[in-house]
């Protein structure tokens, strides 16, 4: 019941900052935008957007095959599955439910969580480093200091938790506490990777950076629909920052916050927010209409009950 209340509140939450915009922006100007829409791009956009689904499961693939050697296809099919379920829950940590799978593949909870942590760590520095960029182009330099020290400061923390003992300690004390056990060939499995994978480690950065690159490809493709154009770079950069503000815990999937901020960078550069309204929406259509195939082909809500409680 509680982790219903949580959802809808959540939910409701992120409908309320979108209805809000909308309204600023104009719900009649924002449908006249899809007036002289170029359906050839859509149909573009989707296509494109396939890719960095693939590189995704791509970077899963070389982690897990240095623990155990799983089929690509499999690999993508869980990724998509932990993708679907993270597009429905704050700060996308339904994304770790691929743990969940990756154990119906005899690598342990403690070994997958390893795998997920360090895949979810490279995101984290490769977005941080795009984003950071983005701070530097859009905004002042003290605005831009003040938000690198807050992002460096929230990246430092994370990785505080993950690699020192006293961080991991605490993690077993207060939030693994009786589970702590099951998550046994963490630290193995981590520090493995970080010795001596270091290769592996480089190309799931590249992999990752080249995925981020590819989906802001398909937003680019998207302002076209709208017979808009800029520079790829301020998609690219703009694209990250979305993403990072997308962890926010409060929002479904940073639903809300990331179009707000998305319309924000945007005006700098003379974009209409009109305009990006639009390509947004149809950015998170094409996402729920990839969300909702998955979904329907697939028992995800009994995926998505035995999840949290695959430890007890």
């Known amino acids: 019941m509680k982790k219903e209340l949580s959802f809808f509140f959540k939910l409701s939450f992120s409908i309320i900052i ?3 915009l909308f309204y600023k922006i104009g719900f009649g100007s ?25 590189l995704g499961a791509l970077n899963i693939k070389i982690l897990t095959d240095s623990v155990v050697k799983i089929q690509f296809l499999k690999i993508l099919r869980y990724s998509l599955l932990s993708w679907t379920i993270g597009l429905f829950v704050s700060g996308k940590i339904g994304e ?46 003290i605005e831009t200091i003040k938000l690198v020290i807050a992002l460096g400061a929230l990246f430092m923390i994370f990785v505080f938790f993950v690699i020192t003992n006293i961080g991991r300690k ?23 990777f970080i010795k001596h994978k270091k290769r592996i480690l480089v190309l799931n950065f590249i992999l990752t950076l080249s995925k981020w ?68 929406i149809m950015y998170n259509i094409i996402n729920y209409l990839f969300a909702a195939i998955i979904f329907s082909t697939t028992n995800i809500k009994r995926v998505g009950r035995t999840f949290p409680n695959m430890v007890s």
């Open 18 to 20: 979108i209805f809000i």
């Open 30 to 54: 924002i449908l006249q935008t899809f007036e002289k829409i170029n359906f050839v791009y859509i149909f573009l956009s989707i296509i494109v957007t396939i890719f960095p689904f693939l």
């Open 96 to 141: 770790f439910s691929i743990i969940y799978f990756l154990k119906k593949e005899g690598i342990s909870i403690g070994q997958g969580s390893a795998i997920s942590i360090i895949d979810k760590l490279i995101s984290a520095l490769t977005l941080s480093l795009l984003t950071i960029l983005c701070f530097f182009v859009f905004l002042t330099t």
């Open 170 to 192: 605490f993690i077993k004390k207060y939030i693994l506490r009786k589970y702590a056990r099951k998550f046994a060939g963490f630290s193995k499995t981590f520090f493995y």
């Open 213 to 280: 690159i590819l989906n802001a490809v398909g937003i680019a493709i998207l302002f076209l629909a709208f017979d808009t154009t800029t520079k790829f770079y301020y998609i690219l950069l703009i694209t990250a920052a979305t993403i990072i503000v997308g962890l926010a815990p409060f929002t479904i999937s940073g639903l809300g916050l990331r179009e707000s901020l998305a319309i924000f960078l945007y005006s700098l550069i003379n974009i209409e927010p009109t305009i990006v309204a639009g390509v947004y």
